[in-house]
């Protein structure tokens, strides 16, 4: 008997809400999935690029190296041996540093013209995709 007077006084008590419909929508920014596909594509093989010309220039200088070091460690003459090594060392630094340079440079451009591309795809593109150059630059 008091769960039917609890019943009742719950429903007396309770608002009635009538459905109301909104003719209020949001419209979603519109997003050219193509366009993103191509835009990301271009990005990724431009950077996969840029990137095997980087190990390709980092691996000639260690061979390079490692070739000058052999023949530095050849010289009997110690003065000249650590001419030599210095001289390996210096041509060592200046085509990683080149290298280094040129691949920061590359994948910056890669993503620049990501972002320049991103903007035509559509007002949502920027949105749905948040990831920053930032994400390559410990490669």
């Known amino acids: ?23 209020t929508t949001s419209a979603k920014p519109k997003v050219d999935v193509a366009c ?3 835009a990301i594509a271009a990005r990724e093989t431009s950077i996969a690029s840029a990137f095997a ?23 009997t003459n110690a003065k000249a041996r650590n001419t030599a090594l210095k001289a390996a060392w210096k041509a060592y630094r200046s085509v990683a540093s080149s290298a280094r340079s040129t691949w920061s440079k590359s994948r910056q451009a890669a993503w620049t013209a990501f972002y320049n591309t991103r903007k035509t795809c559509g007002s949502g593109a920027a949105a749905e995709d948040t990831t920053t150059h930032s994400v390559d630059a410990s490669l």
Do not use: H, K
Request: glycine residues 8%; without cysteine.
């Open 53 to 75: 010309g980087y190990s390709s220039s980092i691996s000639t200088a260690l061979a390079t190296r490692a070739s000058a070091f052999a023949s530095a460690w050849g010289l």
């Open 1 to 23: 008997m008091f769960g039917g007077l609890s019943l009742l006084a719950s429903a007396i008590a309770a608002p009635v809400f009538a459905a109301t419909a909104t003719s």
């Open 36 to 38: 993103m596909q191509s």
